[in-house]
């Protein structure tokens, strides 16, 4: 089974316990806001990979965190066309490169974005550019390590005043947590039956 119909078919199935945040008070954000990220899976043959990004140190928002290329969805767009989008504006990356898979779990955020993530495949070696103004670094983690539920780990802290549970990865230098990993954690839940 090629990658791509292995994950077309786990994105078509139902999947149990998927993390949605679900100790946020909706009355918190009555308006929630709907935002779309990327995730593009390097195509390679023995040990795809996934692109992630750390944003810009000097970030008014989430600043130096890992994350998905993305961001709001603009009026007049889906969550696939805003996800294209923003991975063009942040890393270069051509929507023409990009081979869709589809769209999974939308996952809310603490701050209230609605988050729909879109994966597609994208060839290997592309000459991608960081755009310095949000993206500080651009790197690629091996698919096998992301989706390693043994590097998956749930934390607790207090945040608003009150206990909030999330997801964190570690992964060489880089802290993978929050809304990035959680959309990491229920893309392993949907990859495994």
Known sequence: MSLYDRLAAALARPAPDLTRAADLDPHEWPEARPAAVLVPVVERAHDPGILLTRRNAAMRTHAGQVSFPGGRIDPGED???????????????????????????AYVTGTGYVVTP?????PPDLPLVPNPAEVEQLFEVP????????????EESAWRGRQRRYWRIHYRDYDIWGATAAMIVNLTRRLTP
């Open 118 to 122: 879109v994966l597609g495949l994208v």
């Open 79 to 105: 969550a696939v066309a805003a996800a294209l989008r923003e991975a063009e504006e942040e890393i270069a990356l051509p929507r023409a490169d990009v081979r869709l898979v589809g769209a999974f779990d």
């Open 143 to 154: 698919m096998r390590v992301l989706l390693d539920p043994a590097r998956q780990r749930e």
